[in-house]
């Protein structure tokens, strides 16, 4: 049994991981951004750890967490929260951008380096929820896919620093999936929101799933997911 510890476990894709988890009898650790959410989480999966964090400051999580227990090791780190606020470049003020740029990069880049010497110690896995924008970026999408562009170089770096330690380092890319953020992008879009026609969330995390079961003789670096109907 692994001890996990994720990020974004509330909703969509981070529920579907840890759900999964959790019926396999491991450990879970879950980052919650406030204590009223921290209690939100702690009932919705009773058998797992909460700790506090919010990752739109990320400056702040050292602090956040050297005041609270951690685990002894980490088998997964699992970065799946994000945010996402649309808008054409010629409009989008600056907070937009920085907003998107804490919670989606400079909060896994930093939550990283506080956990690493637990995840070296597991010789773990550090999974990184990407984005299709992270990979192509269009009209409107400039801040959310500059800061998934960035996630994708966080990963990369993190793999060929880390190998020699036995981490392994996955980025996830999934198309359109029926979350609740994908509902506020619908908003955003002024297009009508019909779940049925992407992504269920569980089959991202049986991609996910996949690659942290993946036996040790190999590592899944990159995995794009995208709707299949």
Not at 31 to 56: M, N, Y
Not at 82 to 103: M, T
Not at 145 to 151: D, E, Q, V, W
Not at 205 to 225: G, H, K, Q, W
Request: proline share 6%; hydrophobic share 45%.
């Amino acid at each position: 049994m692994g001890t996990h510890l994720i990020t974004g476990a509330g909703s969509g894709i981070g529920a579907a991981v840890a759900r999964r988890l959790a019926e396999r009898g491991e450990e879970l650790w879950l980052l919650a951004r406030s204590a009223p959410r921290a209690k939100e989480l702690a009932a919705q999966f009773p058998t797992a750890h909460v700790i506090v964090g919010d990752l739109t400051n990320p400056e702040k999580l050292s602090f956040a967490l050297g005041q609270q227990s951690l685990p002894d090791r980490i088998d997964s780190l699992q970065h799946i929260a994000g945010v996402i606020e649309l808008g054409a470049v010629g409009e989008l003020p600056a907070k937009a951008w920085q907003r998107q740029l804490a919670a989606n990069l400079v909060a896994p880049a930093e939550l990283t380096r506080l956990l690493l010497p637990l995840v070296r110690l597991a010789k773990g896995h550090v999974v990184f929820v990407n984005s299709g924008a992270g990979l192509n970026a269009h009209a409107n999408w400039s801040a959310y896919a500059a800061s998934k562009h960035g996630l994708k170089a966080l990963a990369d770096s993190l793999r060929a620093e880390e190998h020699g330690n036995g981490v392994r380092v996955t980025s996830v890319y999934p198309g359109r999936t029926a979350t609740p953020m994908q509902e506020s992008t619908h908003q955003q879009e002024g297009k009508a929101y019909d779940p049925s026609r992407w992504i269920d969330p569980e089959s991202v995390a049986t991609a996910i799933l996949a690659a942290v079961d993946l036996p040790r003789d190999a590592e899944i670096n990159d995995v794009s997911v995208r709707p299949g109907r």
